[in-house]
T-cell receptor
Framework: ETGVTQSPTHLIKTRGQQVTLRCSSQ?????VSWYQQALGQGPQFIFQYYREEENGRGNFPPRFSGLQFPNYSSELNVNALELDDSALYLC???????????????FGPGTRLLVL | AQTVTQSQPEMSVQEAETVTLSCTYD???????LFWYKQPPSRQMILVIR??????QNATENRFSVNFQKAAKSFSLKISDSQLGDTAMYFCAFMSRYSGGGADGLTFGKGTHLIIQP
C-alpha cells in the first residue's frame, strides 16, 4: 500500500458526457501526476500539479484538465468523453517535483473508466 | 522525445528460477533516471527498483537487481529466486531532468507479463 487513494474504482459513462476522478496523495506529498493506461499498454503521462499549479503536461487535448487543492488532493476532469477515453486512470504522488528520490512517484490503485 | 521498448510481451518461469526482463530506451539526454514498476492484477503500480544514470553501480533491492548499460541504452531487471507473488506486469520507465520548471512525467514501455509457475 502506497497511501495514495483514488475514487471511484470503476465508472461507466456515455460518449459526450463529462467525468471527474479524484486522488488523495500520500501524506507529506505536494506533487501529483496523472496517467492514462489503455488496455495492454503502459501508462501515458497526462499532466502534473505542484502546489496547485500545472507543472507539466503530456500530449493530451485541453478537454483533459485538472485541479489540485490546498490539502494536495487532486481531480482529473475529462469533458466531451470519447470511446477512446476508456482506460485505467492512475494518479501518482511524490514528495516534490524534480529528481528522485524526492520525485519518485507512488501510484494509487486507479479508476477504471468505460465510455459507451 | 524518449521511447522505452520492452521486447518480451510475456515470460514464464518456474518458481525459484532466475529470470531477466529486457528494456531498451532511446534518449538524447545524459541526465535521467530509470525505473522498474510492478503491476499485479490489483492494478496498483509498485516501485521495484530505481537507477540513476550518472551512477556506474547497478542498483539492487533484495532479490531484484538491474544491469544498466548506459552506452547501449539497456536496462534489464533480474529477479532471483522467483516467487509466486512475483507474477505481474512489469514496466520499465524513464524520467529525465525537466527544464524550465516543467515536468515530463514518466515514459513507460508496454510491459512484460511475467508468470511464475509453481
Amino acid at each position: 500500500e502506497t497511501g495514495v487513494t483514488q475514487s471511484p474504482t470503476h465508472l461507466i459513462k456515455t460518449r459526450g458526457q463529462q467525468v471527474t476522478l479524484r486522488c488523495s496523495s500520500q501524506s507529506g506529498h505536494n506533487t501529483v501526476s496523472w496517467y492514462q493506461q489503455a488496455l495492454g499498454q503502459g501508462p501515458q503521462f497526462i499532466f502534473q500539479y505542484y502546489r496547485e499549479e500545472e507543472n507539466g503536461r503530456g500530449n493530451f487535448p485541453p478537454r483533459f484538465s485538472g485541479l489540485q487543492f490546498p490539502n494536495y488532493s487532486s481531480e482529473l476532469n475529462v469533458n466531451a468523453l470519447e470511446l477512446d477515453d476508456s482506460a485505467l486512470y492512475l494518479c501518482a504522488s511524490s514528495l516534490a517535483p524534480g529528481l528522485p528520490p524526492e520525485e519518485t512517484q507512488y501510484f494509487g490503485p486507479g479508476t477504471r473508466l468505460l465510455v459507451l | 522525445a524518449q521511447t522505452v521498448t520492452q521486447s518480451q510481451p510475456e515470460m514464464s518461469v518456474q518458481e525459484a528460477e532466475t529470470v531477466t526482463l529486457s528494456c531498451t530506451y532511446d534518449t538524447s539526454e545524459s541526465n535521467y533516471y530509470l525505473f522498474w514498476y510492478k503491476q499485479p492484477p490489483s492494478r496498483q503500480m509498485i516501485l521495484v527498483i530505481r537507477q540513476e544514470a550518472y551512477k556506474q553501480q547497478n542498483a539492487t533491492e533484495n532479490r531484484f537487481s538491474v544491469n544498466f548499460q548506459k552506452a547501449a541504452k539497456s536496462f534489464s531487471l533480474k529477479i532471483s529466486d522467483s516467487q509466486l507473488g512475483d507474477t505481474a506486469m512489469y514496466f520499465c520507465a524513464f524520467m529525465s531532468r525537466y527544464s524550465g520548471g516543467g515536468a515530463d512525467g514518466l515514459t513507460f514501455g508496454k510491459g512484460t507479463h511475467l508468470i511464475i509457475q509453481p
